[in-house]
Nanobody
Framework: QVQLVESGGGLVQAGGSLRLSCAASGRIFRLDVMGWYRQAPGKQRELVAA???????NYADSVKGRFTISGDNAKNTVYLQMNSLKPEDTAVYLC???????????WGRGTQVTVSS
């Protein structure tokens, strides 16, 4: 069993920054991908950013140029630096991870990010 624990959410004004962290623990054999999804009220869950163990990254178009994902394979930790935040970034941000055929098999409980205008 793998547990993912997020931290770093909060309330920030538009234009501000936040840094999210997610640490994986438990029976970790290998994690090929870690990333962040978000879900706002009344909207579908969307992938915000992902990073593979090889360092390849992928971003949603809405956050390109503003968010940066990074990871520490040795610590099984992933970070999301969020700059120039907008009210539409308000959501619960969920950490996810996986490997092999279980690509997004592990999920955290989420951390709330609220951006005020």
């Amino acid at each position: 069993q793998v547990q993912l624990v997020e931290s770093g959410g909060g309330l920030v004004q538009a234009g501000g920054s936040l840094r999210l962290s997610c640490a994986a623990s438990g029976r970790i054999f290998r994690l090929d991908v870690m990333g962040w999804y978000r879900q706002a009220p009344g909207k579908q869950r969307e992938l915000v950013a992902a990073i593979t163990s090889g360092g390849n990254t992928n971003y949603a178009d809405s956050v390109k140029g503003r968010f940066t994902i990074s990871g520490d394979n040795a610590k099984n930790t992933v970070y999301l630096q969020m700059n120039s935040l907008k009210p539409e970034d308000t959501a619960v941000y969920l950490c996810a991870a996986g490997s092999g055929t279980n690509w997004w098999g592990y999920w955290g409980r989420g951390t709330q990010v609220t951006v005020s205008s």
